[in-house]
T-cell receptor, first 115, second 112 residues
Framework: EAGVAQSPRYKIIEKRQSVAFWCNPISGHATLYWYQQILGQGPKLLIQFQNNGVVDDSQLPKDRFSAERLKGVDSTLKIQPAKLEDSAVYLC?????????????FGNGTRLTVT | QQQVKQSPQSLIVQKGGISIINCAYENTAFDYFPWYQQFPGKGPALLIAIRPDVSEKKEGRFTISFNKSAKQFSLHIMDSQPGDSATYFCAASRSGANNLFFGTGTRLTVIP
């Protein structure tokens, strides 16, 4: 079973620039998550999709962050404009179902550095 | 506000020893408590999980102990090995949702 694929692996941008991350979940997984992991902290949920609908985006800074999951498969997360505090690893995860206990499978993340 | 509090921040254990990581939560709506293991440059991977209807779950060298009344749970790694050196995160999710609230992580180093 192929894992969750994310690209790029690393990205360095200047503040106020825009950036986009891409995620391809495990085939057949209906639920997709974007987490932000700041250095030395645990991952924090940004947004959760069920198929192509948003389940939870309460922690997403909507003035600068946006995400979409077209056709219920791949997803992109965009930041525009970026701030210094956005420097973090952005993790994509997927699960077979949205039910509690359905294991989350994480990708290896995109490390973003904002200078 | 940190929904799940984790300690210690770092832990050094001799090979063959027992590693113990503790977590506490306040939200009584949480009803699923997984532990994730993360190696440098990798995403977290599910290690073991427990529901509050049992007090202990064991899988190989890994055991979760759960105290519902104290709202605490812990991970015990028996016979710790250098390959166990990683960052461990406890997490919790509430009924009806599968979004996880993670602790701040414990960096475990097992010395040969």
């Amino acid at each position: 079973e192929a894992g969750v694929a994310q690209s790029p692996r690393y990205k360095i941008i200047e503040k106020r620039q825009s950036v986009a991350f891409w995620c391809n979940p495990i085939s057949g997984h209906a639920t997709l998550y974007w987490y932000q992991q700041i250095l030395g902290q645990g991952p924090k949920l940004l947004i959760q999709f069920q198929n192509n609908g948003v389940v939870d985006d309460s922690q997403l800074p909507k003035d600068r962050f946006s995400a979409e999951r077209l056709k219920g498969v791949d997803s992109t997360l965009k930041i525009q404009p970026a701030k210094l505090e956005d420097s973090a690893v952005y993790l994509c995860a997927s699960s077979l179902m949205s039910a509690v206990g359905s294991p989350l499978h994480f990708g290896n993340g995109t490390r973003l550095t904002v200078t | 506000q940190q929904q799940v509090k984790q300690s210690p921040q770092s832990l050094i254990v001799q090979k063959g020893g027992i590693s113990i990581i503790n977590c506490a939560y306040e939200n009584t709506a949480f009803d699923y408590f997984p532990w994730y293991q993360q190696f440098p440059g990798k995403g977290p991977a599910l290690l073991i999980a427990i529901r509050p209807d049992v007090s202990e779950k064991k899988e190989g060298r890994f055991t979760i102990s759960f105290n519902k009344s104290a709202k605490q749970f812990s991970l015990h790694i028996m016979d710790s090995q250098p390959g166990d050196s990683a960052t461990y995160f406890c997490a919790a999710s509430r009924s009806g949702a599968n979004n996880l609230f993670f602790g701040t992580g414990t960096r475990l180093t097992v010395i040969p």
